[in-house]
């Protein structure tokens, strides 16, 4: 297992920026795809963006253009920026690893999880 520690949320105004970061320990870093998620009060977790081992990426539609995902493995860390946040962007952020070469979409392809950082954007 690879334990993922997430930092970086907060409160911003809407057209602002954040950037999330996840530590990871435990297991060999470069093993995994990494993936961020978010859920928003009453409604199910939804995909936001992966990045493959090799550093590929895949974003939601409801991102592309806004949110950048990317990893520094010597640091054991991947990131996420996010601009021109929007009050819809409002969620617990969750990133998440599977010891996989592809990425996954859905949450039950991932396997281990950090404890999620909360984004609020007020409009």
């Known amino acids: 297992q690879v334990q993922l520690v997430e930092s970086g949320g907060g409160l911003v105004q809407a057209g602002g920026s954040l950037r999330l970061s996840c530590a990871a320990s435990?297991?060999?870093?470069?093993?995994?795809?990494m993936g961020w998620f978010r859920q928003a009060p009453g409604k199910e977790r939804e995909f936001v963006a992966a990045?493959?081992?090799?550093?590929?990426?895949y974003y939601a539609d409801s991102v592309k253009g806004r949110i950048t995902i990317s990893r520094l493995n010597a640091k054991n860390t991947v990131f996420l920026q996010m601009n021109s946040l929007k009050p819809e962007d409002t969620a617990i952020y969750y990133c998440?690893?599977?010891?996989?070469?592809?990425?996954?979409?859905?949450?039950?392809?991932?396997?281990?999880w950090g404890q999620g950082t909360q984004v609020t954007v007020s409009s």
């Open positions: 990045i493959s081992r090799y550093g590929s990426t």
């Open positions: 998440a690893a599977r010891a996989a070469y592809g990425v996954g979409r859905a949450p039950n392809e991932y396997d281990n």
């Open positions: 435990g297991r060999t870093f470069t093993d995994y795809a």
